[in-house]
């Protein structure tokens, strides 16, 4: 027979369940259109259930926070440890830029920086996980490479792809066409390829490099 789950666990999947609720709220209603009514009807759960373990719309925000931090740190460590063993390493990990910013996780993310502009309490969480996730990302990326001189110019490289990536997509929300947000973007990666070939020691396709 099946072992019943302790009271722990079902706590667990209890928060789990809202949590991911709260993402899917986030994409399809917005920060604003957040609440934890909304939240509850689409966990399938009760107000009371919810208010249980999170007892206001702050309570829960914060802890979607946490939550969504915790889903970018697992994604970056998981996807990007293929980077190394790709022979085109370089175009792989752009691509893998471009795909992780594609996901619900991320445009739920969005919507909490935007709406932590003007919430002074998110915007300290969300300062609080974020160099974490970053951090998580950078440092998987510096793996490529033994040389600490070329770790820092492929951290440097990294951060600049994402700042132009998230003013890309930033700007495709008011004109919702994702085609030309890719175009821009691969125009971004022309003008990137050379340099993050230059910072893995001229290694680019058919190459082994370290991982």
């Given at each position: ?18 949590l ?18 909304r ?9 009371g259930?919810?208010?249980?373990h999170f ?18 740190v ?21 691509d893998?830029?471009w ?24 915007a ?12 998580a ?16 110019e ?19 929300f ?9 175009k821009?973007?691969?125009?971004v990666?022309?003008?990137l390829?050379g340099m ?8 680019s ?5 370290s991982?």
């Amino acid at each position: 027979p099946a072992r019943r789950r302790t009271q722990a666990e079902r706590s667990a999947a209890m928060r789990m369940r809202l949590l991911d609720a709260t993402v899917e709220c986030l994409v399809t209603y917005g920060y604003a259109g957040t609440t934890t009514q909304r939240v509850a009807e689409i966990a399938g759960v009760t107000r009371g259930a919810q208010v249980h373990h999170f007892r206001s719309k702050e309570d829960l925000v914060a802890a979607a926070v946490e939550h969504l931090a915790e889903q970018r740190v697992q994604a970056a460590v998981r996807d990007l440890g293929k980077v190394g063993s790709n022979p085109d390493p370089v175009s792989t990990m752009l691509d893998y830029l471009w795909h992780s910013h594609q996901t619900a996780v991320f445009v739920a993310t969005l919507e909490l920086w935007v709406a932590a502009r003007t919430d002074p309490v998110l915007a300290e969480h969300i300062d609080r996980v974020e160099p974490i996730v970053t951090g998580a990302l950078i440092s998987a990326l510096a793996q490529l490479v033994p040389s600490r001189a070329a770790q820092k110019e492929l951290r440097d490289l990294a951060f600049t792809a994402m700042d132009a990536l998230r003013g890309i997509l930033l700007s495709s929300f008011v004109d919702r066409d994702n085609e030309r947000a890719r175009k821009r973007w691969n125009r971004v990666c022309d003008q990137l390829h050379g340099m993050f070939v230059d910072a893995l020691g001229g290694r680019s396709a058919n190459v082994e490099i370290s991982s």
